[in-house]
């Protein structure tokens, strides 16, 4: 069965810091590229990073290039999304995502398995 769940999120202030963590299960998690998606009250979904299944490329949005990194460990499953200098509009669920293949993509049509999010807020 396949499981990806995410954790860590919560409410911070502006200029803080916030680790999310996505561990998964029941599927091969080093043959699949792993992204991090975002959804704000009342916008779409939006690609936030990715990284594929090496863990050796991550394609990053603009907006949080430099103040987020993502990081995996394939030997625990997990996938890892250090976020600084957050900002309110970085409010958001944040959705874990995992896709069969090593390149990276922004689509979340290319996606399989989803997690259910973790809620991240941002006061300013």
């Known amino acids: 069965q396949v499981q990806v769940v995410e954790s860590g999120g919560g409410l911070v202030q502006a200029g803080d810091s916030l680790r999310l963590s996505c561990a998964a299960s029941?599927?091969?998690?080093?043959?699949?590229?792993m992204a991090w998606f975002r959804q704000a009250p009342g916008k779409e979904r939006e690609y936030v990073v990715s990284?594929?299944?090496?863990?050796?490329?991550?394609d990053y949005k603009d907006s949080v290039q430099g103040r987020f990194s993502v990081s995996r460990d394939n030997a625990k499953n997990t996938l890892t999304l250090q976020m600084n200098s957050l900002n309110y509009e970085d409010t958001a669920v944040y959705y874990c995502?995992?896709?069969?293949?090593?390149?990276?993509?922004?689509?979340?049509?290319?996606?399989?398995?989803w997690g259910q999010g973790t809620q991240v807020t941002v006061s300013s």
């Open positions: 995502a995992a896709r069969i293949g090593t390149g990276v993509t922004r689509s979340p049509n290319n996606y399989n398995f």
């Open positions: 029941g599927f091969s998690f080093s043959r699949y590229t």
């Open positions: 990284i594929d299944a090496m863990g050796t490329t991550a």
